[in-house]
């Protein structure tokens, strides 16, 4: 141990050091240093949020001899936290232990104020936790006959005196819980600071219960995700459909509905908001809290949700110019969304970018970052309305495209939503143009023992009913690999001679994807409007590439639940998206809630979007020419002119040979 009356100090891994007089706390060294310790009680042993570790040994390159007798020994407070379980076995409060003699201090990533978040889920980068809410605890002076001063003022000047905090303003209710906080806490209260700039939640004593709900509402379902704001964990998560598909399947139908009935819009507004609270109180259960310990929530959705959600009529967004009530982010209450959270929670809405690139696209990039990258980014939300955009840390450009519902199973003679039971897979034998498939629900393809077994299990007597989305992009697409359709998305007549599942249908013929009950076909038709919505998209994405002066992108990101499910192959050789090397070609899955999280959960992303936000150039598909040229050509499988080298060396595309016609009144049927 040192002789010196001082003792020297290390932190890790922050490298910083320095001297202090023995009896010194470490959190009071940390704050000297700068080092980043949490705290919400300021140093009274009661939140546990400061823990570190001493270090045991000698470190030449910090010359120093460490050891945690170079420590007070634990005292009462810190034996109370270790019993609570408030305290790992093995750390210490750095606000109880004070130096004997020279140590070196481990802070562990859960007590640093600013510690990143990690992501499991996705790549790209972590989130740094600091949230717009934090809590703060404090003892209030006793009011004074003498030295008159309301509650309010001497909690203020208490936050002043621990925490620095100046200039605060403070919501009426919490005034009116204020003078109840104080004397049930006796004196001692945890309040809740907004921007450090507004108190907008006070409780008697210690509390230490903060949260946050990140919600993306999509047209088909909501999610939620339940967030604890002083450590950024997501501590529930749930999901529903949106109650609003009732009054119509896509979004186009919900605003002429909202047109059509006087009450329309009103009772769209309702039933998202229910359906909000509904499933914040089922995070909320699954956490074991008080939906009231809500404080933070952030909303991401379409143009057309983002004004329902909002209560703004939609009907300016069915026709051109597209006209949003605005685009840029919003903070309301909550309570004037009818939210069921604490009744000071705000809600922050995310920024749109233009008519139909919204407030989820918004969230989409915060999770992408393509602005942190030289290499040109495309990135697609699928949907009856594709997102996207291109770009890179030069330039973004964002448009929107009308590919309709197809990909989502609609307008598909065996169509449907992607449910237990809808053919979600498909790989057609080039030779024998055998299907076999893979059906929501069960692991196994339809070629396996013990597939139907499976299926029986898992879906009972409902067993296959349709072919969802990815189902009918990988169906066509196979189609065309294994040469049942053409280029031209015809089908050929040759293949009706190679297989008895290519049945003649008046002028044309399907394809038996499945023989059971029902049986399911790929009928003509439904080759069509696969091929009008993936023209569309591709046509989008084609359109900012000439904008943007790129022939070729680096990277494709596909989100949404549909980008996660679709097999990025499939989807390149129907001729979805743009020819790019194949590995850099993925699902960034739920980015748009993960975007929503992210604005939970750390301030400053929010300048962030909407800086960015107001820099992305908006493409207007609807009324550049060369958009119908592109799409023309995006008609063919993969395209009628674009050349797919990339593609090429993963998979033998057939030749383009010319389009051969049915013969006329061929009429042959399986038997
Ligand atoms: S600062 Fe709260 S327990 Fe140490």
Redesign the pocket.
């Known amino acids: 141990m040192s002789e010196s009356p001082q003792a020297l100090v290390v932190f890790s891994p922050s490298g910083k050091r320095g001297r202090f007089a023995l009896g010194t706390s470490v959190?009071e060294a940390a704050r000297e240093l700068g080092v980043d310790?949490?705290?919400?009680?300021?140093?009274?042993?009661?939140?546990?949020?400061?823990?570190v570790e001493a270090v045991e040994g000698s470190f030449a390159k910090e010359n120093i001899v460490s050891g945690g007798d170079h420590l007070t020994p634990m005292g009462e407070a810190e034996q109370y936290?270790l019993q609570r379980g408030?305290l790992q076995p093995g750390n210490r409060?750095?606000?109880?232990a004070q130096l004997l003699g020279d140590v070196r201090i481990d802070v562990p990533a859960t007590s640093q104020v600013h510690h990143q978040v990690v992501r499991k889920d996705y790549e790209v980068h972590d989130i740094e936790l600091d949230p717009v809410v934090h809590l703060y605890?404090v003892e209030v002076e006793e009011p004074d006959m003498h030295r008159q001063a309301g509650d309010l003022q001497r909690l203020e000047r208490a936050l002043e005196k621990e925490w620095g905090l100046t200039g605060l303003s403070c919501d009426l209710r919490v005034l009116q819980d204020l003078q109840p906080a104080l004397r049930t806490g006796r004196w001692s209260a945890t309040v809740a600071i907004r921007n450090r700039q507004q108190i907008i939640a006070v409780w008697p004593g210690f509390h230490d219960q903060a949260y946050g709900a990140a919600v993306d509402v999509g047209s088909t379902t909501i999610a939620v995700h339940l967030c604890d704001l002083t450590r950024g964990e997501v501590v529930g998560s749930a999901g529903s459909m949106n109650p609003q598909i009732r009054f119509g399947e896509d979004l186009m139908s919900r605003v002429s509905y909202a047109m059509l009935n006087p009450e329309g819009a009103a009772q769209m507004t309702r039933a998202v908001r229910q359906a909000i609270t509904e499933l914040i109180g089922r995070t909320a259960d699954q956490a074991g809290i008080d939906p009231a310990d809500v404080l933070e929530i952030t909303l991401v959705g379409n143009p057309v949700m983002h004004h329902l959600l909002l209560g703004i009529d939609p009907a300016p967004l069915g026709t051109a110019p597209f006209a949003l009530a605005t685009d840029h982010a919003l903070e309301v209450w909550a309570s004037e969304y009818d939210i069921e959270v604490h009744p000071n929670a705000r809600a922050y809405v995310l920024p749109c970018i233009a008519g139909h690139v919204g407030a989820d696209t918004a969230a989409v990039l915060l999770a992408e970052t393509p602005w942190d990258r030289d290499e040109v980014s495309l990135i697609i939300d699928v949907g009856t309305n594709a997102e996207i955009v291109l770009g890179n840390r030069e330039r973004l450009l964002a448009a929107s495209s009308p590919t309709g519902p197809a990909f989502e199973g609609a307008q598909i003679s065996s169509g449907q939503r992607a449910a237990p039971g809808a053919i979600e897979r498909v790989r057609i034998d080039r030779d024998t143009l055998e299907p076999r498939f893979r059906v929501i629900g069960g692991e196994r393809w339809s070629d396996d023992p013990g597939f139907a077994e499976e299926l029986t299990e898992a879906l009972g007597d409902q067993r296959i009913t349709g072919i969802c989305g990815s189902g009918i992009i990988e169906a066509v697409a196979s189609m065309y690999l294994a040469g049942i359709i053409q280029h031209d998305g015809s089908f050929n007549p040759a293949a009706a001679a190679r297989s008895p599942r290519v049945e003649a249908r008046d002028r044309s013929f399907a394809y038996l994807l499945h023989e059971g009950e029902p049986r399911i076909y790929i009928e003509q038709n439904d080759v069509r409007a696969i091929q009008l919505a993936k023209a569309a998209l591709y046509a989008g994405a084609r359109l900012l590439m000439d904008h943007m002066g790129v022939d070729r992108v680096d990277r494709i990101r596909l989100a949404g639940a549909f980008g996660s499910h679709i097999d990025v192959t499939y989807a390149m050789a129907l001729g979805m998206i743009p020819d790019c090397d194949l590995a850099q070609v993925s699902s960034a899955n739920n980015a748009a809630g993960t975007g929503a999280r992210i604005a939970l959960l750390n301030r400053a992303s929010r300048d962030e979007v909407e800086r960015r936000a107001r820099t992305i150039e908006k493409i207007e598909t609807a009324v550049d020419p060369n958009f119908q040229r592109h799409f023309v050509e995006a008609m063919g499988i993969p395209h009628s002119t674009q050349p797919n080298p990339e593609l090429s060396k993963v998979i033998d595309l057939p030749e383009k040979t010319k389009t051969q016609r049915a013969p006329r009144g061929r009429r042959r049927r399986r038997k």
């Open positions: 959190l310790i949490d705290s919400i009680c300021g140093g009274r042993a009661r939140c546990g949020r400061c823990q936290c408030r409060l750095s606000c109880q605890f």
